[in-house]
C-alpha cells in the first residue's frame, strides 16, 4: 500500500486558556496510511491538540492541515473526512476495534 504524503502536518501550534499557555510551537506531520499516537503527562496539552485537529476549538497560533485542508478555513470538509472516537465505548464493550469503528461510522451525519 502506497502512503500519501502527510494525512495531519501541524506547524508551530499555540494554545493559552487564559494565561496559561499549553501549546507552545507544536510541530509534528503524520504520513498518510499510518497509525501515531499521541501520548503524555496529564497536562500536556493532548486533549487539546485533539480538539484542535478535530475543528472543535481553534488555535491561537500556528497551521494545522489535515489532508491539505486548513482546519481554521475548511471546517466543514475537514469533518466530512474525520472521525473522533473516544476512550470509552459508547456502544457494546465487547466489539472489536473494528466492529467498533463499523458501527460508528454508521451513525454519521
Same mark, same amino acid.
Given at each position: 500500500? /502506497?502512503? =500519501? =504524503? #502527510?494525512?495531519?502536518?501541524? #506547524?508551530? $501550534? %499555540? ?7 499549553? $501549546? /507552545? ?6 504520513? &498518510?496510511? #499510518? @497509525?501515531? !499516537? ?5 497536562? !500536556?496539552? %493532548? *486533549? *487539546? ?9 481553534? !488555535?491561537?497560533?500556528?497551521?494545522? %492541515?489535515?489532508?491539505?485542508?486548513? *482546519?481554521?478555513? =475548511? @471546517?466543514?470538509? @475537514? +469533518? /466530512?473526512? @474525520? #472521525? $473522533?472516537? &473516544? ?7 465487547? $466489539?472489536? &476495534? +473494528? ?11
Amino acid at each position: 500500500m /502506497k502512503r =500519501e =504524503e #502527510s494525512a495531519i502536518q501541524v #506547524s508551530c $501550534l %499555540k494554545k493559552s486558556y487564559q494565561t496559561h499557555e499549553v $501549546l /507552545k510551537n507544536v510541530t509534528f506531520s503524520v504520513p &498518510g496510511g #499510518s @497509525i501515531y !499516537a499521541l501520548l503524555g503527562s496529564n497536562g !500536556a496539552g %493532548k *486533549t *487539546t491538540t485533539v480538539r484542535i485537529l478535530t475543528t472543535q476549538i481553534p !488555535a491561537d497560533g500556528g497551521s494545522v %492541515k489535515i489532508k491539505g485542508k486548513d *482546519t481554521e478555513r =475548511e @471546517i466543514e470538509e @475537514i +469533518r /466530512k473526512i @474525520i #472521525s $473522533l472516537t &473516544g476512550q470509552f465505548s459508547a456502544l457494546d464493550e465487547a $466489539l472489536t &476495534g +473494528r466492529e467498533y469503528e463499523r458501527k460508528s461510522s454508521a451513525c454519521r451525519v
